[in-house]
């Protein structure tokens, strides 16, 4: 990561240099352009002033000698030869015609006698005629030269130096950037890895509100609860244990006493051993219900349409025997037709665990089933006459392990969690009415078609 981002300045910098070259290469060409434009103008000008001093046959000298000035000023030697070659006039004569002290002070400015280099020559017009030839070479005027160079070097310093402060600039930007940058990154690492070692309680510090901060968010929210996981299943693990050794001592010295002869009701001591070996198969029924719950966290939804008209007396129905060995009545009070897409399984594991509280908990009456829709939810309600729950236990009764009463020999005090669980996988709702001696309705209100 963070030598991504540094490669990625880094391409950023090297197409500036890039672009950076370009662009004075451009200025340097623009430069002789300007530069070799002024000097075919002058040449221009100096040719067309030649030639306008060509009149009926005969050149007029004053007029030529002011153009050879004029040209020597702009740094040009000149040499003006007739059609059969002779020198007319030139910068050399010019100069030589020139009082002395005039001639020193002109040959400091140009340089005429050290001036070397090939002539370049045109042919000169007048109406359509070859009248002549110009003959023309720059002046080594050093000055000219130097300031050249000096605005060339300039440049290119001025360019190299301002690429220099950009580049160092945005390379130490590019560096400290990535390093800010993949600093989260490098902590979530670290703090996965703690995870990795079974060390659940790591958190990352996030202040950030970009997707780094929301990552860390998910990661801290996974961690705590991958904590509460673990937590859980300790407990769970020592409950079970717990739960185990009760009917299990108790079966080794019922069995123990029937072996010695110790018991003499014989009939007793095996009904003793059956009704904790019932116990255990609860037991294991309870924990299978606690890893279907939990498994159904991670899979999906299998939900299948039904009709609660039908699903719902499906149910009570292979729970009649076992109210009728209590003196109770189950029935479902409502008969209308109610399609609704769930996943049974659940539901059914969910209705199941309420009846079965409501069977354990009720001595007379029984339990009555309504059904029906809210909004855009359909509820199951199912109401008991049972003992009914005190008040200020209600907020405990999802917890795992929570049990009303201790000394009560059935029960895990696994049922509502697991239903809780299942309820929150379906994105649905359970609530709890309850009075003391008068009963308890337990109404769940879930999704009425696929989310
Ligand atoms: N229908 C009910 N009537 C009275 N008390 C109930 C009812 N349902 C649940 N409870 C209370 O809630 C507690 C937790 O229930 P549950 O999680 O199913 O555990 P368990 O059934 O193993 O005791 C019960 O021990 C009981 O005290
Ligand atoms: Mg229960």
Do not use: C
């Amino acid at each position: 990561m963070k030598t991504k981002i540094f490669l990625a300045f880094f391409t950023v910098i090297l197409t500036a240099l890039l672009s950076n070259f370009i662009f004075e290469w451009l200025i340097m060409r623009d430069f002789e352009n300007y530069i070799s434009g002024v000097k075919e103008d002058q040449l221009y000008w100096i040719t067309v002033s030649a030639e306008s001093s060509y009149e009926s046959g005969k050149w007029n000298l004053d007029i030529l000698s002011e153009t050879i000035h004029w040209a020597m000023i702009m740094g040009i030697d000149i040499k003006i030869l007739d059609l059969s070659g002779n020198e007319i006039i030139s910068s050399h004569k010019i100069m030589e015609s020139l009082p002395h002290v005039m001639k020193n002070g002109m040959e400091g400015l140009f340089h005429l006698h050290t001036t070397t280099g090939i002539f370049q020559e045109y042919p000169l017009y007048r109406r359509g005629k070859i009248i002549g030839t110009l003959s023309s070479r720059p002046f080594q005027k050093k000055e000219i030269a130097e300031k050249e160079a000096v605005f060339k070097k300039r440049t290119r310093n001025f360019l190299l130096i301002s690429f220099l402060i950009a580049g160092i600039g945005s390379l130490i930007i590019a560096l400290l950037l990535s390093q800010y940058l993949s600093k989260p990154i490098r902590n979530l690492k670290m703090a996965a890895e703690k995870i990795e070692h079974g060390d659940f309680s790591v958190r990352t510090l996030t202040k950030a509100h970009d997707e780094v901060g929301k990552l860390s968010d998910v990661f801290n929210k996974m961690a705590e609860s991958l904590q509460k996981e673990e937590k859980l299943r300790k407990q769970l693990m020592s409950n079970i244990a717990h739960e185990l050794r009760t009917p299990l001592t108790i079966i080794k010295t019922q069995v123990e006493a029937l072996a010695d002869g110790v018991i003499t009701d014989k009939e007793k001591g095996l009904e003793n051993i059956d009704g904790e070996i019932g116990r255990l198969i609860n037991l294991v029924k309870g924990i299978e219900d606690v890893t279907i719950a939990e498994a159904s966290f991670f899979s999906r939804l299998e939900e299948t349409e039904i009709n609660l008209k039908e699903f719902l007396p499906g149910v009570t129905a292979e729970l009649l025997p076992l109210f009728r060995d209590k003196n109770l009545h189950i029935e479902v009070l409502d008969d209308k037709d109610l399609f609704v897409t769930v996943d049974v399984e659940k539901l059914e594991i969910i209705i199941r665990n309420i009846i079965a509280n409501s069977l354990k908990f009720t001595e007379k009456g029984g339990v009555s089933i309504h059904y029906g829709i809210d909004i855009n939810r359909f509820f199951i309600e199912i109401r008991d006459t049972g003992k009914g729950i005190p008040e200020n236990k209600i907020p405990f009764i999802f917890n795992r392990f929570y049990r009303g009463d201790k000394t009560d020999s059935h029960g895990l005090g696994l049922g509502l969690a697991i239903v809780k669980e299942l309820i929150n996988v379906m994105h649905g709702e359970i609530q709890v009415k309850s009075m003391v001696g008068e009963g308890t309705s337990f109404s769940i209100f879930l999704p009425l078609s696929k989310r």
